[in-house]
C-alpha cells in the first residue's frame, strides 16, 4: 500500500435513536444512527406484515388451491 494516501481508519462510536452504543471501526468518526440492529422490527421479531389490497389474502386463496389439488393428484 502507497503511504499518505490513505483516510484514517480510526475507532468510531455508534450511537443510535433507541439508546444503543457500540464501537466500530470507521474513517468517518463518530456515527449518530436512526435505527440499528437493536431496535429494527426485522431483528427483533416485531415486523409485521401489513396487508395492502388483499394481496396475502389473495395468495393464501391460490395456494390453498394448489394444496388442495396436490391432494387430489395423491
Do not use: W
Not at 437493536?38 to 401489513?50: D, N, S, V, Y
Amino acid at each position: 500500500m502507497k503511504k499518505g494516501i490513505h483516510p484514517d481508519y480510526r475507532v468510531a462510536n455508534v450511537s443510535c435513536v433507541c439508546g444503543n452504543t457500540f464501537q466500530t471501526r470507521s474513517t468517518m468518526g463518530d456515527i449518530r444512527a436512526e435505527i440499528c440492529s437493536a431496535c429494527h422490527p426485522f431483528f427483533t421479531g416485531q415486523q409485521k406484515l401489513i396487508d395492502t389490497a388483499g394481496r396475502v389474502e389473495r395468495f393464501m386463496r391460490k395456494y390453498q388451491n394448489v394444496e388442495k389439488g396436490k391432494a387430489a393428484r395423491s
